[in-house]
């Protein structure tokens, strides 16, 4: 087979390929010759097959696993492993699933179950199908140190993390999510790449110290050499999305893609994809995390964007957890003045900050979207997701203070949203576990490192160090899983049936995945805390009131409740009991709602 990698610095490169795992016999050495045609390539035939181990050496370094290695059997700083996609036994065919119409389901492989791999989460599968979510969407596989990780400091970006499953695990997981009728989203990491185990810069020059980031020096995309390191992260995106039957990716972080070349990383990104996708025949996309509110992320390339399906809409999320919490630290300080205004208006027009004034910043920030020319898809709505929730202080989700009924008004406007609805795992019965960010660091001054600085980090704002989670202490990884046993037990069976109803509206009525923005409208009321999203036919109103009733016009006379929290089940399940209030209930001619405090109703007018 033929072995190539990219080394334009080196004077030698030399192949190591071992016939045994355990390496006990040596290797076969090979020298790599030059390619003529193609400046800073080396490359060499060999006799190799599925599973050898192989590793390169360049100039008199120590052998090093292939930046383009689909397998680290070892770990990242082991050798690479031969890996013959040909000879997966795929049993599903697979005609893809766009994202229009899609509901995402957020997924951290290693604690969706306890045993935190693959096949573990491919058993859970049936849950998700029947929930009503349309696709998975996996946190970051790439391999990292250790064991336990959110996986955002990987370091090789082709290959797949070994305690999962390594590749044919990821595998078996595609094909079973297929099989249930679920698409899979894989969240990629081309912004940074890990502190411990980076080998790259022994080839050649992927970063560059004419930029930086939050997370070290930046990934090369405008300075000398970066036309390969482009096509190396383009290459590694369109084989996630060709060999492993992906049907989507999830681009963390863009606005840390630093790029001052004529032609956008991105829209170069997209416009493979799309050329991907032609040629499978089967419909591919990408979603971008992006803190810019720029619609030139989302923006058609022949309309001058960079041609990227849809972004993440943080926007909806801030208002949502202000509306909810109260809260207003940080970046929720401008959506916390009036919160149930600032989720109206991300749910008519995207972005609260479209060149507006952001406190946070210091700065006006974004820009505002054009509601005739901008699907409704290409944003995603969420109440949680890893960051929000892992990035606090002690990892907790909005069960953890929220009410069953505020939980249940957050999960109407998620669902019942213009946009593409996103759950974080667990979300959907009111998980109570944490989730705390974690690490597992081979190396014990870096695993240091991250220790006291995320006690410092909170120190800031008044923690004691005491009460922040060790991320390196396995038991913080351990609580962070999902505790299955939950589902059965009040209030979250009963929240779990609230969900399931949405997402079963949601499939049934055209109005919720209606496309065009400029059919949402929105009535609200600041001081009593409701707000009624009009979608078509539908109306879905919510009362984040603790107490008072809020009555709400529908001026229809002909009304049909479609759903409605709390029923008489969901108040057994509140702890409140049967009695403790009414019900949502519609009255008179021309259809006058009372909803009661913390409580959700969907309904057809006409």
């Not at 990934?219 to 999305?241: I, Q």
């Not at 801030?318 to 109260?326: K, N, P, V």
């Not at 890893?386 to 909005?398: F, P, S, T, W, Y």
């Not at 870096?446 to 160090?465: D, I, K, Y």
Request: net charge negative; charged share 25%; proline share 8%.
């Amino acid at each position: 087979m033929r072995f190539e990698v990219w080394a334009p610095e080196a004077e030698r490169v030399a192949l190591e390929l071992y016939d045994d795992p355990d390496r006990t016999g040596g290797g076969l050495v090979v020298p790599l010759e030059r390619e003529p045609a193609r400046p800073g390539w080396w490359q060499a035939e060999a006799e190799a097959r599925d599973g050898d181990r192989y590793a390169f050496r360049v100039g008199d370094g120590p052998p090093l696993p292939d930046p383009r290695a689909v397998r680290l059997p070892e770990g990242p700083d082991g050798p690479a492993a031969v890996v013959d996609h040909a000879a997966f036994p795929w049993r599903h065919p697979w005609a893809g699933r766009p994202l229009p119409g899609a509901v995402l389901y957020e997924m951290h492989v290693g604690t969706f179950t306890p045993e935190g791999t693959f096949d573990a989460a491919a058993e859970r599968l049936d849950h998700l199908a029947e929930l009503g979510v349309t696709h998975v969407e996996l946190m970051p596989v790439c391999p990292f140190p250790g064991r336990h990780g959110w996986g955002y400091e990987g370091v090789a970006l082709w290959a797949v993390h070994e305690p999962y499953g390594g590749p044919e695990g990821l595998k078996r997981f595609v094909d079973a999510a297929h099989g249930h009728g679920l698409g899979v989203v894989l969240d990629v990491v081309h912004n940074h790449l890990g502190p411990s185990g980076n080998h790259l810069p022994a080839f050649g020059p992927y970063f560059t110290d004419t930029h930086s980031t939050p997370w070290g020096s930046a990934v090369n995309l405008d300075a000398p050499g970066s036309d390969e390191v482009r096509a190396y992260l383009v290459g590694s995106a369109l084989a996630w999305l060709r060999d492993f039957r992906v049907d989507g990716l999830r681009l963390d972080a863009v606005h840390a893609l630093v790029d001052t070349r004529s032609r956008h990383f991105l829209a170069e990104l997209s416009e493979a994809v799309d050329a991907l996708a032609a040629h499978l025949r089967r419909p591919l996309f990408l979603v971008a995390e992006s803190d810019l509110n720029d619609p030139r992320t989302t923006t058609p390339r022949d309309r001058g964007g960079h041609g990227l399906t849809a972004q993440w809409n943080d926007d909806f999320h801030h208002a949502l957890h202000a509306a909810l919490t109260g809260e207003d630290q940080g970046y929720y300080a401008d959506f916390a003045r009036q919160p149930v205004t600032a989720l109206a208006t991300t749910l008519t027009r995207g972005f609260f900050h479209a060149g507006t004034y952001s406190s946070f910043r210091g700065r006006h920030h974004g820009a505002p979207l054009d509601p005739a020319t901008t699907p409704a898809h290409r944003l995603l709505a969420y109440a949680q997701t890893h960051d929000q929730i892992g990035n606090r202080a002690l990892g907790d989700r909005l069960a953890a203070g929220v009410s069953p009924g505020l939980l249940a008004c957050a999960a109407a406007l998620v669902l019942c949203s213009p946009y593409t609805p996103m759950l974080f795992m667990g979300e959907e019965w009111g998980a109570r576990t944490p989730w705390q960010f974690f690490t597992d660091h081979t190396d014990p001054e870096l695993a240091e490192a991250v220790r006291t600085g995320r006690r410092r980090e909170f120190a800031s704002h008044g923690w004691q160090a005491a009460d922040i989670p060790d991320p390196q202490d396995a038991a913080t990884r351990d609580r962070s899983c999902l505790d299955w046993s939950e589902r059965k037990a009040a209030p979250h069976a009963a929240l779990l049936s609230w969900y399931r109803a949405l997402l079963a509206l949601r499939r049934t009525e055209p109005d919720l995945t209606d496309p065009d923005l400029r059919s949402a409208q929105v009535t609200w009321d600041e001081d009593a805390r409701w707000l009624c999203l009009r979608r078509g036919r539908l109306r879905v109103a919510v009362n984040l009131h603790r107490e008072r009733v809020a009555q709400v016009a529908l001026d229809a006379a002909d009304v049909t409740v479609l759903a409605a929290w709390p029923g008489p089940e969901s108040y057994r399940a509140d702890g409140r009991g049967p009695g403790a209030g009414p019900l949502p209930e519609v009255t008179g001619e021309r259809g006058l709602l009372r909803l009661p405090g913390e409580s959700a109703v969907v309904v057809r007018v006409g």
